[in-house]
């Protein structure tokens, strides 16, 4: 029997909520159903964090807080999640220690960025590492634009606030919040009716395979962070929605000597210890994907499947020779993950298929990888072009060559040409890396677009080549890093 309406838990009791639209955003469902204005509107596409609330879930037994964008968070995306809004902080008594402390550092001006602000840190103060430092508190709030420039105090707030162990009404109460949380997941398949079509979320694979193979023209909604900006932005029209978040399995994480195995429903919030592990690399882009909001709610297998040509993961996971599984009905298959996508926004996917989870194998001891984000903003920016290259070397020689770009074209793509041209090259003679150097401009012809020129993107793609030979010959990075060059300096100091 499949439950008709989601629960979650607020303000201490469970709430239940059924016949909603399929495409009710939570940010609406609080300002416009509920009444609750503290959660604010501005952008409506995920980047300012006017929006932002925390979610809170049981993990290895204890509640964990995340931020997210309500704007294009679905209502139904939060069954069996603790919701906390700022609305919820104080509930009539003494200010939160965040709150307390962005009165006394005069963090709030004008005050309509100041509750997703608030959010944000709120999660921070639970989640962060102790102490926290002012690099980390930047990161945390890389998601919530400040419209009158007061992000000093707004930092300083932060430290003031997070930087000891939680002391607040959600402490305090922790094992209870965690026992309700767990008592929520009952393990029952959610779907719930509304006029033409439904929201559904399965609890196992096999009810996503049968319900997906019966609804092929229904949109598969991992995070919400693409499919969002398609409801707030693009209006679409969109009656059936499945929500994969509660599909029992497709969150693991299996991570052993030969690979990395990622569900398809892991978020990059947590898979980017695994992801960082692989290379420190890897960890960057995973830094500067989105926000701490969107890496909270965005899924690995949502970037992929969504076959974005400006997806900073596919690129990276190409590289290193990743494999995709998908599933239909009772039936499953792999193939490279480059192979996957096939033009803009098409991809090798059968009606009722779906990604199940990606494969990335593990770095030999004579593989070197290499990745770079090249953007017009550090933080929270779509790349203008991104470039990753795995270098397999036999001795001092480039033994084989494995090179993806995104943002380049319409899929993310791998530099076959340039790749074949790599073999047999020394570390040790960048006069010979001309052909490679030139190779790389006949395997892409650069889009022109808003980011970037086509002739900007073709020279950033034979600098970043030039720059990972360079460094793979030197084994060193710091002469060619603009990343992490301020931080050295203020720890100098």
Same mark, same amino acid.
């Given at each position: ?19 909603? #639209? ?171 009716? #509304? ?45 059936? *929605? ?9 969150? %693991? ?24 592990? *692989? ?5 960057? *882009?995973? %830094? ?125 793509? %791998?530099?076959?040409?340039?790749e074949q041209t790599l073999v047999g090259l020394s570390l040790d003679e960048p ?63």
């Open positions: 029997m499949a439950r008709d309406a989601i629960r979650f838990w607020r303000q201490g009791q469970v709430v239940e909520v059924s016949g909603f #639209h399929p495409r009710t955003t939570l940010l609406d469902y609080l300002r416009l159903q509920k009444r609750q204005v503290g959660t604010k509107e501005g952008c409506a596409e995920g980047d300012c964090g006017a929006c932002t609330v925390a979610l809170g879930r049981v993990r290895e037994g204890s509640v964990h807080y995340e931020p997210v964008n309500a704007c294009i968070l679905l209502l139904g995306q939060i069954d069996g999640a603790e919701l906390v809004t700022v609305e919820d902080l104080a509930a009539g008594g003494p200010l939160h220690p965040v709150q307390s402390a962005m009165v006394a550092s005069h963090g709030s001006q004008c005050g309509f960025c100041t509750p997703g602000i608030v959010m944000s840190l709120f999660s921070l103060y639970y989640e962060g590492e102790r102490p926290v430092t002012r690099e980390a508190v930047n990161d945390a709030l890389a998601g919530n634009l400040c419209r009158c420039t007061g992000y000093r105090p707004i930092v300083d707030a932060a430290l003031e606030a997070c930087g000891g162990q939680p002391s607040d009404a959600f402490s305090i109460d922790h094992p209870g919040r965690a026992q309700s949380l767990t008592a929520l997941n009952d393990a029952q398949d959610v779907f719930i009716r #509304h006029e033409k079509g439904f929201f559904a979320a399965p609890a196992s694979e096999a009810s996503l395979a049968a319900l997906y193979a019966e609804h092929s023209d229904a949109t598969l909604v991992a995070g919400c962070t693409d499919v969002g900006l398609w409801i707030t932005k693009g209006m679409a029209e969109l009656e059936k *929605i499945i929500w994969l978040g509660r599909v029992a399995g497709l969150d %693991r994480i299996e991570d052993n000597a030969e690979a990395l195995t990622l569900g398809a429903t892991v978020t990059h919030a947590q898979a980017f210890s695994t992801l960082a592990a *692989i290379d420190p690399d890897l960890g960057e *882009i995973m %830094r500067r994907f989105g926000s701490t909001q969107v890496r909270a709610s965005g899924t690995v297998g949502g970037n992929i499947a969504n076959g974005s040509p400006i997806g900073d993961l596919a690129p990276a996971l190409i590289a290193l020779g990743a494999g995709l599984e998908l599933r239909r009905g009772d039936e499953t298959r792999t193939i490279p993950l480059e192979n996957f996508f096939i033009a803009y926004r098409r991809q090798d996917r059968a009606p009722g298929e779906y990604v199940r989870r990606v494969t990335v194998p593990e770095l030999k001891a004579n593989e070197h990888f290499r990745a770079y984000k090249v953007s017009k903003r550090f933080d929270e920016d779509i790349s203008a072009a991104m470039g990753a290259f795995k270098f397999t070397l036999g001795g001092r020689h480039i033994a084989d060559a494995r090179i993806a770009f995104g943002g380049m074209a319409g899929t993310p793509k %791998r530099a076959s040409e340039t006069a010979t890396w001309g052909e490679a150097l030139a190779a790389i401009g006949r395997d892409y012809q650069p889009m022109d677009d808003h980011r970037a020129s086509a002739a900007y993107r073709a020279t950033v793609a034979r600098n970043l080549l030039f720059k990972a030979l360079s460094e793979t010959a030197s084994g060193q990075t710091r002469a060619t890093r603009i990343v992490g060059q301020r931080e050295a300096l203020e720890a100098a100091e």
